[in-house]
């Protein structure tokens, strides 16, 4: 995939002035920020092409503009890229850009909250507002947390699209309180986000009820509605103080089981159920099956669904028309993974790299979760994530594991690295340094916009080194802002299979990469799945129930995931030559 070089003078500054930007947030003296925001400023209003200047060897005639600047004028005429601004994107993890997006929030805010909290993402910046740790960084307070709060809800207004991490937890939150009503009977969500895709738009919430008005009534008063859209007897359309809208609808309980199921399935599940449903002389709509004499079967659950036409229940990550009716049909339905099956954590960052806590903690944390082992994966020194470790800062950090290890056992924690594949496809650390490590975990974050054979061969390069162990977001897209890299996956997953690497399922919300349908095809090769939470602090453990929904829509059964392996058998698989 080729990058289109930029041509305009807006187009150049704009790489400029995120220069400037980047600078800032990693606290670069203020007099480099200002001579690249100067330089932005000079070429977006100059009279002349870029590309003319240059031709004619003018560049440096641009006010701020000097032989360095200009230099990196050309290379980005020349190439479409500039090295320094990849490099620097480097330094800063995916995401932490994305809250420059904010309204309101600007480089020397955006540094408080990656540097001081560890928040690389819209959502734990969302999180960490609503429990009003913003207010106690320097110079925020409870009226720039506020404001800030409001700015990611006006987004969310905006856009239309929600992730995952965003709406479910609010979901849950008026589920419960719809439940505090008496007469309301068998209250869940429904829509995309029973299914748990990564992204959702409205909230849809089913309740059964022989008093319907009342479970209506008491959810348009719920202290969280700041608008009521519409208000009948049996539904209702609020939007809550988050931006998020939410509609219920309310059935009576004989009912129930079909309005759910017709509510969750998608549109092609639930037209192929439809299909099967003619096949039997039934038409199935949200009130139950009609008969061709006219009479209707209510279905109270929707296990009565599935089994009047005889299949098993079919889990609602699963209802996207993509084999699941053959298999209800066969009994061949997966046991999905879920989050009592696992373990550890194969995927977390401590105050050594970028992250915010220490490993004590975030060993803790994953001890509150009822892990007995997570994986301290730090980044190595190319990346510069700030201050990526080289080979003797790593050996300083075994030595604290290690003691941490002797305290805290039978509590694990394993040594790890998330060593950069380098744009030559070579890797970060020697071997001599990688063999030393528990989990190898190789990434790429430079050089994403190289074409499908390049990406390709350096992940290959990569799996075939024997202490790489697992390949972390493996197409690199980020929801909402970036596409996943050029690759030819099926190559990979041969690869993969072939060399025993496993391959991630990263529970960050603006990632969940793999995604469901890549994680199966990795499934159906015989590769083996790795979650990773990708936490920078302690509470960033808890996305790995998003990296678990994500691999159940994968169709991930407990022996699919490296996860549910205990620590002991872990260790002894990968000594073994890898997964």
Known sequence: MMEQRPT????????????????????????????YRRAAESIAHYPEEMIILRERGRLEEIPGVGKAIAGKIDELLRTGRMEFYQRLQSEIPDG??????????????????????????????????????????????????????????????????????????VAEEIVAALKDCQAAQGVTPAGSLRRCAPTVGDIDILASSARPQEVVDHFVSLPQVSEVSS?????????????????????????????????????????????????????????????????VTSCATEEEVYGTLNLAWI?????????????????????????EDIKGDFHTHSVYSDGADTIEEMALAGMARGYSYIVITDHSQ??????????????????????????LAPFRILSGVELEIRTDGALDLPDDVLVQ????????HLGLSQDEDKMTGRFIVAMRNPHVDIIAHPTGRLLGQREGVAVDFQAVV???????????????????????????????????LALGSDAHHAEGLGVMRFGIATARGG??????????????ELMATLKSGKA
């Open 96 to 169: 932490v850009l994305s809250l420059l997006g904010l309204p309101g929030v600007g480089p020397r805010t955006v540094s408080l909250l990656y540097n001081e909290l560890g928040l690389v993402s819209i959502p734990d910046v969302e999180l960490a507002a609503h429990q009003h740790k913003l207010r106690d960084l320097k110079g925020l307070g409870a009226k720039s947390e506020e404001r800030i709060l409001q700015g990611i809800q006006m987004l969310h207004r905006i856009s239309g699209r929600h992730l995952l991490a965003t709406a479910l937890p």
């Open 315 to 339: 889990p609602p990550e699963l209802r996207e028309a993509r084999g699941e009716l053959e298999a209800a049909r066969e009994g061949s339905l997966p046991q999905l993974i879920t989050a």
């Open 437 to 444: 490590f528990d989990v190898v975990v190789a990434s790429v």
């Open 494 to 528: 041969e690869e993969a299979a072939g060399t025993g690497t496993m391959l991630e399922v990263n529970a960050q919300p603006n990632r969940l990469d793999l995604d469901g349908d890549l994680a199966r095809k990795a499934i159906g090769a015989g590769v083996m």
């Open 231 to 295: 208000h009948g007897d049996t539904k209702a359309t609020v939007y809550l103080d988050s931006g998020l809208q939410v509609d219920l609808l309310v059935l009576e309980e004989a009912h129930y089981g079909s309005l759910l199921q017709h509510f969750t399935g998608s549109k092609d599940h639930n037209a192929a159920l439809r299909g099967l449903a003619r096949q039997q002389g039934l038409s199935l709509s949200e009130y139950g099956f009609q008969h061709e004499d006219g009479s």
């Open 382 to 407: 190319g990346l510069g994530v700030a201050g990526g470790l080289s080979a003797d800062d790593f050996a300083r950090q075994w030595a604290e594991i290690s003691a941490l290890n002797g305290r």
């Open 555 to 568: 169709w991930a059964e407990p022996a699919n995931v490296a996860n549910t392996l205990s620590c002991e």
């Open 8 to 35: 305009s003078n807006a187009e150049i500054a704009q790489f400029f002035s995120n220069i400037a930007e980047l600078l800032d947030i990693k606290g670069e003296e203020w007099y480099r920020v200002r001579a």
